[in-house]
C-alpha cells in the first residue's frame, strides 16, 4: 500500500498543509499503513520519519493536483472536463481547490515563493526546509572541543 494513496483517501484538499491535518486523520492514516507494514514500537526518529513521508505525500499531492489545474485553459474549462479521476466522487473538493488556484492571496504567495526560489544558489531540499538554510545554521554554530 504506497503511503500516497492512503493520504489521497483519508485527506481532504483543503487542508493548506500536513501540519493542519487534524490528529484523528493522522492516526486513521497510520492506522492504515498498519495494516500494511509492522508499525509497532516506532521511536521518536522513526515516527517523525513517517510523519515526513506523509506530510511530502500530501505535499506533492497537492502538487500534482495544481499542475493538472494548470493543463487546462481556464477555470470553467477545468471544472467542465478537468476532474482528477481520483477525485470524481470528491467534485466539492475540486470546485473548491480551482477556485483557491484563483484566490489572489494564493496567486500573491505563489509568486513571492517564485522570486525566493530564484534568489537560491542551492536549490536542494532537505526535510522541509532548503538545505542552504540548513548549511547556513550550521556555519553560524561553531563547537570548540578541548
Known amino acids: 500500500m504506497d503511503v500516497g494513496c492512503v493520504i489521497k483517501s483519508h485527506c481532504s484538499i483543503r487542508w493548506e498543509s500536513w501540519r493542519v491535518v487534524p490528529q484523528e486523520t493522522k492516526d486513521a492514516v497510520l492506522y492504515e499503513l498498519s495494516n500494511h507494514y509492522e508499525l509497532s514500537n516506532l521511536d521518536s526518529n522513526q515516527m517523525e520519519y513517517i510523519n515526513d513521508l506523509c506530510s511530502s505525500r500530501f505535499t506533492q499531492w497537492k502538487s500534482d493536483?495544481?499542475?493538472?489545474?494548470?493543463?487546462?485553459?481556464?477555470?470553467?474549462?477545468t471544472l467542465e472536463v478537468g476532474f482528477p479521476t481520483e477525485l470524481l466522487d470528491r467534485q466539492?473538493?475540486?470546485?473548491?481547490?480551482?477556485?483557491?488556484f484563483q484566490d489572489e492571496k494564493y496567486l500573491k504567495k505563489v509568486k513571492a515563493n517564485s522570486i525566493n526560489r530564484s534568489k537560491k544558489k542551492l536549490i536542494h531540499r532537505s526535510?522541509?526546509?532548503?538545505?542552504?538554510y540548513?548549511?547556513?545554521?550550521?556555519?553560524?554554530?561553531?563547537?570548540?572541543l578541548f
Open 92 to 100: 466539492d473538493e475540486w470546485k473548491w481547490l480551482c477556485g483557491h
Open 134 to 144: 540548513r548549511l547556513e545554521e550550521k556555519r553560524k554554530v561553531t563547537v570548540y
Open 65 to 77: 493536483l495544481h499542475k493538472h489545474y494548470d493543463l487546462y485553459d481556464g477555470s470553467k474549462v
Open 127 to 132: 526535510r522541509s526546509r532548503h538545505f542552504s
